[in-house]
């Protein structure tokens, strides 16, 4: 036992060295730079709880970065999940639209999000944007919004670029029906259960962990969602599609303040690890079925 205990932790060494070389280093330096005041053509000195009051206090975009992130990620864990789930129910049925279904739901998915971003730019273009097209030739005047860049219109645009895109969702959800017993199916259909009762009571209940992963996956995703941000509005209106991931990289490369960017980072994980908390809590993907 303790010759197999020996080459368990030899073959444990490479990994631990290499996740405390590259994240665990990066956190503990992240964490103790976030105290200190460091800038560009500023040496390093220590400052205490600076960075934070500032941010909680003085920093009106940070604030609005934090809300407009807490309604993403809350329109992720309810709307994009359902979204998925739904779908992934729909060609469970193997009908004749499930193939179709299953492709075209997600190809979004496979486009990258800076991509897709320039492509939401074309659609929603104030000139010669499909949106804008149709709705000129529907009403019979000229239409130029501008949607990503009008105060009213820019946050439910910015998020319509992701959210009801759930490929990954259904194809998770997806993988897990495909290992339920089929025995179950037959003994509700002897009981004369309808497939949506079929659905309702028997499959979904099956399906919460990978549900609750699926949840955790999305509102994560909330605390990394960056690119698409920048190639559409950067944050504009103002700060109306601001989020802390986007705030974080102009704290850095904008204004060359890297103490008050790394205690942003502090609160991103921080609040990341709340929402995973909190998901796996609700689901209660802690316990046995």
């Known amino acids: 036992m303790k010759k197999n205990t020996k080459w368990i932790v030899l073959f444990l060494l490479p990994g631990v060295a290499l996740f405390s070389f590259i994240f665990l280093s990066s956190l503990i330096t992240l964490f103790t730079t976030s105290f200190t005041d460091w800038a560009v053509g500023k040496d390093m000195t220590f400052a205490g709880l600076k960075n934070y009051i500032y941010l909680f206090t003085k920093d009106e975009d940070f604030i609005q970065s934090i809300k407009n992130t807490a309604v993403w990620i809350l329109l992720q864990s309810v709307v994009h999940v359902f979204i998925g789930v739904v779908v992934a129910l729909l060609i469970s049925r193997k009908k004749w639209y499930s193939n179709p279904m299953r492709?075209?739901?997600?190809?979004p998915n496979i486009i990258s999000s800076a991509a897709l971003g320039i492509l939401f730019l074309c659609i929603m273009n104030p000139q010669f944007g499909f949106v804008n097209n149709v709705i000129t030739k529907l009403t019979g005047s000229p239409y130029t919004h501008n949607w990503f860049m009008d105060p009213r219109t820019a946050f439910l645009?910015?998020?319509?670029?992701?959210?009801?895109?759930?490929g990954l969702v259904t194809v998770l959800?997806?993988?897990?029906m495909s290992s339920v017993s089929e025995d179950i199916y037959e003994a509700a259909m002897i009981d004369g259960a309808t497939k949506l009762q079929t659905d309702i009571y028997i499959v979904l209940p099956l399906m919460r962990n990978i549900?609750?992963?699926?949840?955790?996956l999305a509102a994560t995703s909330m605390l990394q969602k960056l690119d698409i941000i920048m190639m559409t509005t950067s944050g504009g209106p103002g700060n109306k599609t601001m989020n802390m991931p986007m705030y974080l990289y102009k704290t850095v490369f904008t204004n060359n303040n890297y103490s008050l960017a790394n205690a942003q980072g502090v609160l991103l994980i921080l609040m990341g690890a709340v929402v995973?908390?909190?998901?796996?809590?609700l689901y209660k993907m802690d316990e046995e079925d």
Do not use: H, N
């Not at 492709?103 to 190809?107: A, E, G, K, S």
């Not at 645009?157 to 759930?166: D, E, Q, R």
């Open 276 to 281: 995973m908390i909190c998901i796996r809590k």
């Open 157 to 166: 645009t910015v998020t319509l670029t992701w959210l009801p895109y759930a």
């Open 173 to 176: 959800v997806l993988a897990e």
């Open 211 to 216: 549900i609750g992963t699926s949840t955790v």
């Open 103 to 107: 492709t075209i739901f997600f190809v």
